[in-house]
């Protein structure tokens, strides 16, 4: 038996384009690295690092949570695995740990295939394309899904980078975000209602410092499709959205360890919120034969 010599996270794709520099590792179609001026726009990890979570991981047929991993579909009952087993979930989707194939390349742009096979608690096959683009403008990744089965199909996608405005940690950083609904939870993650940002102290339509604030929320509503991080030193990036992503998850990253807490803000357009496998809302069904188009984009600034 011979032994793979790629690196863990598979493998390694790297686009420039003027200044940017983007590294997508094939496992999960995953931003690995993004740099500007080499700067770090996101939280980056080795190549031969098994990726700590989900981080830049590409999220699909679902992004965020299936609560209890239990869903009902066109009168079908269907069972996921509990990928969150701490929260009772299933977090993320499917093909975050999917090995994607190369399809193209240049310079400056990549693009990758996965298909999600027919399984347990997913029956459909759906193939999956991911493109990263360099231009000026920063980094635009375009994900197309396309159910290839012989019936309806539920969907749902979005990314997972960290994104890093610059010196310090995710408490130093000025966090500018037009949403004007903030999606509330129990303790274990599961979404109750909607409420005004305000109310839920989750308010940052007037742009402020961050602070020790704890975030692991969706959030809707915009004014415009984007969040923008500033640090003291007048750096930041900003990432924006298209129409067909409505929802924003945000999470601080906090973790026991204080050297690995808060290191970066996890921001995940997705065109639907927290078990909307359950709840319908925002829930694409893909016809078969039809496919879905989403994309968003990181962009530096200073």
């Known amino acids: 038996m011979s032994i ?32 500007y001026d080499a700067r770090n726009l996101v939280v980056p990890f080795d190549a031969d690092e098994v990726r700590p979570k989900f981080r830049g991981a590409t999220l699909a047929p679902w992004p965020n949570r299936i609560v209890g991993g239990t869903y009902v579909f066109e009168g079908e009952e269907h069972k996921v695995a509990l990928t969150e087993p701490e929260r ?27 298909v999600i096979q027919a399984q347990v608690g997913y029956p459909w096959r759906v193939v999956l394309t991911v493109t990263n683009t360099l231009t000026d403008d920063g980094l635009t990744t375009t994900v197309t899904a396309t159910n290839t089965a012989a019936s309806p ?76 991080l500033t640090s003291p030193s007048g750096t930041g990036v900003e990432m924006t959205w298209g129409a067909e992503t409505p929802w924003v998850q945000l999470h601080t990253a906090d973790q026991p360890d204080p050297a690995l807490s808060r290191l970066g803000l996890a921001v995940e357009p997705m065109t639907c919120p927290p078990d909307s496998f359950n709840s319908g809302t925002d829930l694409i069904v893909l016809q078969p034969g039809e496919s879905s188009t989403a994309g968003w984009k990181i962009t530096a600034i200073g």
């Open 4 to 35: 793979s010599t790629s690196p863990a996270s598979g493998t390694q794709h790297t686009i420039r384009h003027g200044a940017y520099e983007a590294t997508i590792a094939s496992v999960g179609a995953t931003l690995r690295e993004l740099t």
């Open 88 to 114: 009772g979930h299933a977090l993320h989707g499917l093909v975050a740990w999917l090995d994607f194939t190369l399809v193209s390349s240049s310079a400056s742009e990549v693009t990758l295939e996965g």
């Open 153 to 228: 199909a539920p969907w749902g996608t979005g990314p997972h980078p960290y994104l890093v405005a610059g010196p310090g940690h995710v408490d130093d950083w000025t966090l500018d975000l037009p949403a004007a609904q903030v999606l509330l939870t129990t303790e274990l993650l599961a979404p109750t209602e909607l409420a005004p940002v305000a109310e839920a102290g989750l308010d940052w339509q007037q742009p402020h410092a961050i602070g020790d604030v704890f975030i692991d929320h969706a959030f809707t509503g915009f004014s415009e499709a984007r969040v923008r």
